[in-house]
């Protein structure tokens, strides 16, 4: 029963096509239920408005070349910083293996633009006080004629006479509590004293002058503490090393403050102006390979020997491009691309209907199916991964719609070179599908290969276009298997397309069709009118036999039993 | 005149045929001229209008102004910035441009500043871009890289699918001749060259090639019996494989073009140069001259790479033979 199992077929094809529909919309339904997504899709910064900068990162000494590594540790610096000044909602990624992209709504102050350009600053300073992170409330503040006051000049870092009366108000007024302002990152003077947070303790703390910088840092890493016999003790540790200078500086340190007692006997890690760890100093550190031990786990005995690699890694960042667009712009903008996709759909739906009368409404269903799930896509990547629809990537929305649209027209022309061959439709669709399938396939296949070049080797605005020109190709190969060609194959079941009406656009006489059977029960020789000597012919010709009604069949059976070959299914009609 | 279809019902016989093929020579020295001066042009002129992403600068838009002024803007510059260079243009309804060089942070709130109180705008509505020097090399370095790796990865993907090394060799041809004239086109015409522009390039090497492919299938598929058959050679059977999907070129290349002439026109007339204006305008020559390199160059040049195989050659031989003897039918085309 071929033709009711093609047809059954192209019906569960459309089937699974609706299931995949809804398993994309109930996915995202889901997301916005959840409030997690949005039926919008998001947006870049050239749509939405904002800030966008891209910066090159610079490590001190070591030329061009950054690695993978250090590349990762910029980012994550930048976002501590980004996310220290308070700017909500900002994004950071890296583009390219080698510059880092920070997106910020609005326009950033030329504090926050500051601070993202320096370099990371680590410094160990010694500790001079410490107390809890709450603000002292107004009316227990230490009075006036109490507050320290320093009698000399301060002999070493460890020095109490450090602690000038504005600098103890500072102390007292800090607040360490809120995580917003004890995650405030800022640059400081190594030369003076400091009042720094903790945020990981909620400690805070009065810290002398920088004694080592995190410069002489020469690695770090953590493990686990071994015993004597090497054993291990099932306890984290971070080490670190120091160069030589280092190491003789930390000496000195170590020498001093192990003598000193409570919080003065404590050192400061500081990065970006926040304490990451303030250890007591157990022994003199001769060696300049200090290990820090305490309640760690692994992964807080990892972020703090990650981030001492920071401070052995200077990177500071310099701005490649930097962009602000207003909000009024990047809407205007987006109307304009949307207008511009409008237009272009339109164009191409009126070119369709002039070449292809009623069939253009294949095209276009296609089209919108292809839309769809694109949009769906485009959504559901925005909250899954963050995916930003930028302008460029619109253009590339529009120019698929051409591209999309291709797939269609080969098909279609498959289908008429078909009916010119003497077909009927049902089996010119059949036949022009098998060619069609292949074309489509390797057309396609150099679609997406551009468009994943582009996508991972691009920077900027070229990715957002690249993606969207793969995301299409994506669409447009599942719309034709699953949509254009199962709805080609039942249209070709109906009465206006299977006879071939005249606006169906697949009229066999405007094609110019000779048919292989010539009612009479007379079978066209193929060289009598066949323009094209093909070797399929013969089995073409027993196709198109093979697809005849029951009468015509007897009817030739007759006369020329013996001149097609015929398929097994032959009386299964 | 025929409709369409006929028309395309004459190419599908062989009734009409265009000589894409035999007159390859005509369509090569057409080409190698053209390249030529492609080449010859860029290097007369110096090269390429750059945008500022390549020069290094910054540059403010100022968008829905009514005061469309050139001098206001290279006064607001010179205000705070009496050394810069400002190039000031209008270039859309309502749109002011202001190119100027490298400005410092406070210079660039300066000069966005006085461009706000010139124009009479809200201050969202100027927009500040700051380009370093190097970013725009980074983009074509990048580019190049992608341009390497997708001619050498699609030429493989040509090769395995087609199963023969010529049709990749004459595909790449046609490309070339798309890259280097359109390369030829923009330096002529002065257009500036951004990195959207070189999206848009980029999108036409793979466009070409699509296009490209679909014929060659068809090439592939009328040629396959080749040694079965006497009624064409190889080069006559490629030229009908090409005018058969003529009519495809043609409704292809309409339908992928309607739409790039549409952003084309919103980007160049209600937006201002930008984004959508750079990147259809590369698309836009790009899509005409990669389908009619497909068409005069690639299905040519594959024929002719191969017109010198032994089978082949004795294959045209027989066809000859055949049409030599009386009874034969008349040759098609």
């Known amino acids: 029963m071929a033709r009711s199992r093609s047809t059954s077929a192209a019906r569960r094809t459309l089937i699974w096509l609706g299931v995949l529909f809804a398993v994309l919309t109930a996915a995202l339904a889901g997301g916005v239920v959840s409030s997690q997504a949005g039926w919008a899709p998001k947006l870049a910064l050239d749509l939405e408005g904002g800030t966008q900068m891209i910066l090159a990162p610079k490590v001190q000494g070591a030329g061009d070349q950054i690695s993978a590594e250090q590349l990762n540790q910029a980012v994550e610096i930048i976002r501590q910083r980004v996310d220290g000044s308070g700017v909500a909602e900002a994004e950071i990624s890296t583009q390219s293996g080698r510059n880092v992209v920070v997106s910020l709504p609005g326009v950033p102050d030329t504090k926050t633009r500051n601070l993202i350009q320096a370099s990371a600053n680590m410094e160990f300073r010694p500790v001079l006080v410490s107390a809890a992170g709450s603000a002292v409330p107004k009316e227990s503040r230490t009075p006036k004629d109490q507050l320290p006051n320093p009698t000399a000049k301060p002999k070493n870092a460890s020095d109490e006479n450090w602690v000038t009366a504005a600098l103890y108000q500072e102390f007292e007024a800090k607040e360490c509590l809120d995580p917003a302002a004890a995650t405030e990152t800022k640059t400081d003077d190594p030369a003076k004293p400091l009042v720094a947070c903790e945020p990981d303790t909620g400690t805070k703390y009065i810290l002398g002058p920088v004694e080592v910088p995190g410069t002489d840092i020469s690695s770090a890493s953590f493990g686990q503490v071994r015993g004597n016999q090497g054993q291990s003790l099932n306890q984290w540790a971070v080490n670190i090393e120091f160069n030589s200078e280092g190491t003789a500086a930390f000496k000195s340190v170590t020498e001093r403050l192990f003598g000193m007692t409570g919080a003065q006997n404590q050192f400061a890690i500081v990065l970006d102006g926040q304490v990451i760890s303030a250890p007591t100093t157990n022994a003199v550190i001769p060696d300049g390979k200090p290990q820090i031990t305490g309640s760690f786990t692994e992964d807080s005995a990892r972020v703090l020997s990650e981030q001492l690699k920071y401070g052995a890694l200077p990177i500071s960042f310099q701005i490649q491009s930097e962009q602000q667009i207003s909000a009024t712009l990047g809407a205007e903008q987006l109307k304009m691309g949307l207008l511009a996709g409008v237009i272009g759909l339109v164009l191409v739906a009126a070119y369709s209907f002039f070449q292809y009368r009623l069939l253009a409404l294949v095209t276009i269903g296609s089209l919108v199916v292809a839309g769809v799930l694109t949009y769906l896509a485009i959504a559901l990547l925005g909250w899954t991964e963050n995916y930003r629809l930028s302008l460029a990537g619109v253009a590339g929305l529009i120019v698929a719609i051409g591209q999309t649209a291709d797939s269609f027209i080969v098909y279609f022309e498959r289908i008429r070179d078909e009916l010119r061959e003497g077909r009927g439709l049902i089996s010119a669709v059949d036949n022009g599908w098998k060619r069609a399938k292949r074309t489509v396939l390797a057309s396609k296949a150099v679609n997406l290969l551009a468009a994943v070049v582009l996508y991972f080797v691009s920077v900027g605005n070229v990715r957002g276009f690249a993606f969207t020109l793969g995301l299409t190709a994506v669409a447009d190969l599942i719309v034709v298997f699953l949509f254009t060609h199962p709805v080609m194959v039942l249209l070709a079941r109906t009465k206006f397309f299977g006879q071939g009406h005249r606006f169906s656009g697949l009229d066999p006489r405007l094609l110019g069709a000779v048919p292989l059977y010539r009612g009479a029960g007379r079978i066209r020789q193929p060289s009598e009118a066949q323009p094209k000597a093909r070797s399929k012919n013969a089995g073409a010709a027993a196709e198109a036999v093979r697809r005849q009604t029951i009468a015509e069949r007897k009817a030739e059976q007759q006369r020329e039993a013996s001149a097609v070959g015929r398929g097994a299914d032959k009386e299964s009609n | ?333």
């Open chain 2, 1 to 333: 005149m025929p409709s369409l279809a006929t028309f395309g019902n004459e190419l599908y016989t062989g009734k009409r045929s265009y000589d894409f093929v035999g007159k390859y020579r005509l369509w090569f020295l057409i080409a190698a001229a053209i390249v030529l001066v492609s080449i010859i042009v860029p290097l007369v002129k110096g090269g390429f209008n750059l945008g500022i992403e390549f020069r290094g600068g910054s540059e403010f838009t100022v968008s829905q102004t009514t005061n469309t002024e050139v001098s206001k803007g290279e006064k607001a510059v010179a205000s705070v910035v009496p050394s810069a260079e400002a190039r000031v243009t209008n270039i859309a309804p309502n749109t002011m441009r202001i190119q100027t060089d490298r400005l410092s942070d406070d210079q660039t709130l300066a000069v966005r500043d006085a461009l706000v109180g010139t124009y009479g705008v809200k201050a969202d509505q100027v927009t500040s871009t700051f380009v370093g020097p190097t970013w725009g090399a980074d983009v074509t370095r990048q580019a190049i890289w992608g341009l390497v790796v997708f001619v050498l990865l699609a030429a493989v993907l040509m090769a395995v699918y087609f199963r023969t090394w010529k049709m990749s060799a004459a595909a790449l041809i046609g490309l070339v001749v798309v890259m280097l004239v359109t390369a030829g086109l923009y330096s002529l015409s002065d257009f500036e060259v951004t990195p959207s522009a070189i999206i848009g390039f980029l999108t036409i090497l793979s466009y070409s090639l699509y296009d490209t492919v679909v014929v060659f299938d068809k090439v592939r598929e009328n040629t396959e019996n080749i040694q079965t058959q006497t009624r064409r050679t190889f080069a006559e059977q490629v030229n009908l494989a090409v005018n058969q999907t003529l009519v495809r070129s043609i409704n292809t290349s309409v339908v992928a073009v309607l739409p790039v002439a549409a952003i084309l026109f919103i980007g160049s007339y209600l937006l201002g140069a930008g984004t959508l204006r750079d990147l259809s305008l590369s698309l836009f020559i790009g899509i005409i001259v990669g389908t009619a390199a497909t068409l005069f160059i690639a299905a040519p040049m594959y024929a002719w790479l191969r017109a010198r195989e032994p089978e082949l050659v004795a294959q045209a031989k027989k066809v000859a033979e055949r049409r030599a003897q009386p009874q034969a039918e008349p040759a098609a085309g």
